[in-house]
């Protein structure tokens, strides 16, 4: 129990530690805002300009989960493809090597050109960034099912459907929450990424604006906005996936 409680509240005094420091670097050197805000002058940011951070932090918020939703869905239809074809997985898996090492941003200026300024680039742009780890994992978890299994469960009379959706998905589930917690992060990057250079809302535009105008404390208060989000939905994520694949995962001792 005792360790438990220490696992659990470890971040949290991490965290304060960490402000702690930076609150009296700030203080005992002098140092400007428009150079390194202190935490206090972001919270103060944080409450001065709570209407319009909470403005654009929603529609950060709900244009990744768009994207994210979007690249659940591809990726889940693409791993399950190629994991479960021998052929597909050799054939496929290194041009999509090939395209996820493409930088995202740069397909930004094309997006615009094609759907123009708004949400359309940066639902695509977080699609792009975040689809990749999730068709990987799903792959991973199918191709890789043992060989003996799926040897006794065809014995048994079952057909490759059926050892792909009785037991290939099962056995993947913690691959796939284990992207989605990654691929969650990242949809929150490209949204960001996009909004800085083709949106006049979100998160990312507030960062150019108030990077523009000097207003480091307000920068820094979107940037803080921007993670909160993604480790809550991490969070999120991990809850589920502890609830539904807990046989894949030993308890703490």
Known sequence: MKNNLV?????????AAVLVIWQLVCSVFNVSEFVFPSPLAIVQSLIEFAGPIAMHAWRTFWVTMAGFALAVLVGVVLGMAIGSSPFLYAA???LMTAFNALPKAAFVPILVVWFGIGAGPAILTAFLISFFPIMVNIATGLATLEP??????????????????????????????ASLKVAITLAFVGT???EMTASNEGIGYLLVSAGSSMRMPLAFAGLVVIGAMAMTMYELF?????????????GAR
């Open 238 to 250: 991990s809850v589920v996936e502890k609830r539904t694949t807990g046989w894949a995962h030993r």
């Open 7 to 15: 696992r659990k509240s470890a971040p949290w005094l991490l965290l």
């Open 148 to 177: 003996e299994m799926e040897d006794v469960l065809r014995v048994l009379g079952a057909r490759r459907m059926d050892v792909l959706l009785k037991v290939g998905l099962p056995r993947s589930m913690p691959y796939f929450f």
């Open 192 to 194: 960001t990424v996009s």
């Open 92 to 94: 496929a898996y290194p």
